[in-house]
Every structure is written in structure tokens, then in C-alpha cells.
């Protein structure tokens, strides 16, 4: 089946930082990808969409400066939370859009931890 | 903003038994689809279930689907200690493209 690679999985950085998250489609072309994040114990809340070749679009309350997305081709989309906190320390999961068969695959997920 | 709602928030259940979850939505939607979530791991996809179905079945899930109460259920058999997982709905909301998950949740099946 399709899948979604993240990268990387864990990253500790220290506050004030920046750390980028790669989303990859490996054997399919995405147009769209979701950027979610997952608190513990919680569910997974939308945080932008991600759409090749334009900016992206971001849900009530997620400042765009500071969760940037690019979405620069078919098959990748990065999420950069920049000068990170610890308050940003959460799993961010990705998801891709096949743009043939329009099913949804999801990411291993990445784990941020701010210190 | 999530607009699902799971219920119940947690199950605990004995092996063997079946375990029932709800899933109630707000808007009309496309489609909905179940996942699995195993702790600190990425989700899993179970079933979709598109808007004109009613019921559909995969292996010891069965998922209904009632439009005009909004909302879905997932019922797993004969359960499993390998199905302890938190178990979220997804839906798509007619004209989006995006899904938006529901508050999920947490079982826990016990041998």
C-alpha cells in the first residue's frame, strides 16, 4: 500500500530553535497534505493543508508564522516550528492525499520535545 | 476545531467481548473513515465508509453509518488484548477536502 514517510521521527531540540519535519509520499503524487498535531491522551487536531505549489492554509488559530509549511513539490511538504518552546513539544503527524485515488495515508508521526 | 465527538472516552473490556464505539459528527460530510492509534505510534486506517453506505464490514469490524443522526459506530469482536489501541473517527466534510478528527477512544481489552 501507499506510504508516508516522516522524518524524523524523534527531535529534541533546545528552546528558541527552529526544527523542520519532513513529509514524503513515496510511491504515489499528493497535491494535498495535512499538517495535524496530538497532544498526549488527546486526539489529532488540524493544523494546516498543504497544497503544492501555493500557500497553505491554516486552521483558526495556528499562527502561520510560526508553524511555516511548504509544500514544494508532488511528493514532499515540510512543517518548520520556528524559535520552538517547549509549549510547541508535541507528535506532529502528516498526511497525504493520493491525487489519483483520493485516499488518505498518514505518517509515523514526528515527536518534538523543547527543553 | 474537531468536530467529532467519540463515545465513550475510555472502555475497558474483557477479552472475547465485543467493544462498541460512537462517533457523532456536525456537518454533512463526504465521507468517514476509523483509525487505529497504538500509544506514541501513527495511526492505522480501519474502514471507510462513504456517505450513501449505511454498513460495511471488514473482517471483525463493522462500522454503521446514519446520516441523519450524524453519526457512526465501529464494533470490534471478539476482542483482542492486541486490539488495546485508541480508536479515532475522521470525517470529511462535504465541500472540504480535509479531514477533522474526533476526540477518540481509549480502549483497553483485557486477558
Known amino acids: 500500500g501507499a506510504v508516508v514517510s516522516q522524518h524524523p521521527s524523534r527531535v529534541i531540540c533546545k528552546s528558541g530553535t527552529s526544527v523542520k519535519i519532513e513529509c514524503r509520499s513515496l510511491d504515489f503524487q499528493a497535491t494535498t497534505m495535512f499538517w495535524y498535531r496530538q497532544f498526549p491522551k488527546q486526539s489529532l487536531m488540524l493544523m494546516a493543508t498543504?497544497?503544492?505549489?501555493?500557500?497553505?492554509?491554516?486552521e483558526q488559530g495556528v499562527e502561520k508564522d510560526k508553524f511555516l509549511i511548504n509544500h514544494a513539490s508532488l511528493t514532499l511538504s515540510t512543517l518548520t516550528v520556528t524559535s520552538a518552546h517547549p509549549e510547541d513539544s508535541s507528535f506532529y503527524i502528516c498526511?497525504?492525499?493520493?491525487?489519483?485515488?483520493?485516499?488518505?495515508?498518514f505518517g509515523e508521526g514526528s515527536r518534538l520535545t523543547v527543553l | 476545531s474537531q468536530q467529532g465527538e467519540e463515545d465513550p472516552q475510555a472502555l475497558s473490556i474483557q477479552e472475547g467481548e465485543n467493544a462498541t464505539m460512537n462517533c457523532s459528527y456536525k456537518?454533512?460530510?463526504?465521507?468517514l473513515q476509523w483509525y487505529r492509534q497504538n500509544s506514541g505510534r501513527g495511526l492505522v486506517h480501519l474502514i471507510l465508509?462513504?456517505?450513501?453506505?449505511r454498513e460495511k464490514h471488514s473482517g471483525r469490524l463493522r462500522v454503521t453509518l446514519d446520516t441523519s443522526k450524524k453519526s457512526s459506530s465501529l464494533l470490534i469482536t471478539a476482542s483482542r488484548a492486541a486490539d488495546t489501541a485508541s480508536y479515532f473517527c475522521?470525517?470529511?466534510?462535504?465541500?472540504?477536502?480535509?479531514?477533522?478528527f474526533g476526540t477518540g477512544t481509549r480502549l483497553k481489552v483485557l486477558a
Open positions: 475522521a470525517t470529511e466534510a462535504s465541500g472540504t477536502y480535509k479531514y477533522i
Open positions: 456537518t454533512s460530510i463526504n465521507n
Open positions: 465508509i462513504r456517505s450513501n453506505e
Open positions: 498526511s497525504a492525499r493520493d491525487r489519483v485515488i483520493g485516499e488518505l495515508f
Open positions: 498543504s497544497n503544492e505549489g501555493s500557500k497553505a492554509t491554516y
